[in-house]
């Protein structure tokens, strides 16, 4: 069985639960949060936020090109291919 983990939005202040394996953009949708996002396949940087709390693992890894090294070293993610590994606290970015 997956793994549930509890994810907070710092900005909206909302909480949701995700399953391990799944993407947060489509768990959030699903309950009612509507994150940023375009193209849903780690492209276009859209969906980025910054995880404060916990530890996340791409689905399929996004393309090296993607993240810049900043972006990585200020723990950005991109969301729509991003699924918890823990429970996370996240600072969405504006719409
Ligand atoms: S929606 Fe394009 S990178 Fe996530």
Same mark, same amino acid.
Do not use: W
């Given at each position: 069985?997956?793994?549930?983990?509890?994810?907070?939005?710092?900005k909206s202040n909302?909480?949701?639960?995700?399953?391990?394996?799944?993407?947060?953009? +489509?768990?959030?949708?699903?309950?009612?949060?509507?994150?940023?996002?375009?193209?849903?396949?780690? $492209?276009?940087?859209? !969906? /980025? #936020?910054?995880?404060?709390?916990?530890?996340?693992?791409? +689905?399929?890894?996004?393309?090296?090109d993607t993240l810049?090294k900043e972006d990585?070293?200020?723990? $950005?993610?991109?969301? !729509? /291919? #991003?699924?918890?590994?823990?429970?996370?606290?996240?600072?969405?970015?504006?719409?």
């Amino acid at each position: 069985m997956s793994k549930i983990h509890q994810i907070k939005f710092v900005k909206s202040n909302k909480v949701i639960t995700t399953e391990e394996g799944k993407s947060i953009v +489509i768990s959030s949708d699903n309950q009612g949060l509507k994150l940023p996002r375009n193209c849903m396949q780690g $492209m276009c940087t859209t !969906c /980025i #936020a910054k995880i404060i709390e916990g530890r996340i693992r791409y +689905i399929e890894e996004p393309d090296p090109d993607t993240l810049t090294k900043e972006d990585i070293d200020n723990n $950005m993610a991109l969301l !729509c /291919i #991003a699924t918890p590994l823990s429970d996370l606290v996240i600072e969405e970015s504006e719409d």
